[in-house]
């Protein structure tokens, strides 16, 4: 099983932005959703943002209007392009692959801090 491969992350100002990228090529498999999550340092992990093949797309509240998530079918990429940052956002982003035979696979994270 191929495990996505994030990047992207770092430290940023608030009211700045980064965009994070996944790869998740490699593998024979077709995916169908494609996703991001995030954890903050005591919180539980929660979704930020999903896109299915179709290119339909789900946020969560506190993502919309500020993030924008893609993906490229071709190399099973998929982005996180982060605007407005605040340091709530502060957290380790990772990536989600959901596989259509079934199954999923998650990336090791990458950090985003954002900070003055």
């Known amino acids: 099983q191929v495990q996505p491969v994030e990047s992207g992350g770092g430290l940023v100002q608030p009211g700045g932005s980064l965009r994070l990228s996944c790869a998740a090529s490699?593998?024979?498999?077709?995916?169908?959703?494609m996703a991001w999550y995030r954890q903050a340092p005591g919180k539980q992990r929660e979704l930020v943002a999903g896109?299915?093949?179709?290119?339909?797309?789900v946020y969560a509240d506190s993502a919309k209007g500020r993030f924008t998530i893609s993906r490229d079918n071709a190399d099973d990429t998929v982005y996180l392009q982060m605007n407005s940052l605040k340091p709530e956002d502060t957290a380790v982003y990772y990536c989600?692959?959901?596989?259509?035979?079934?199954?999923?696979?998650w990336g090791k994270g990458t950090l985003v801090t954002v900070s003055s």
């Open positions: 989600n692959v959901d596989y259509v035979d079934g199954g999923d696979a």
């Open positions: 490699g593998s024979s498999r077709s995916i169908n959703v």
């Open positions: 896109i299915m093949s179709t290119g339909q797309t």
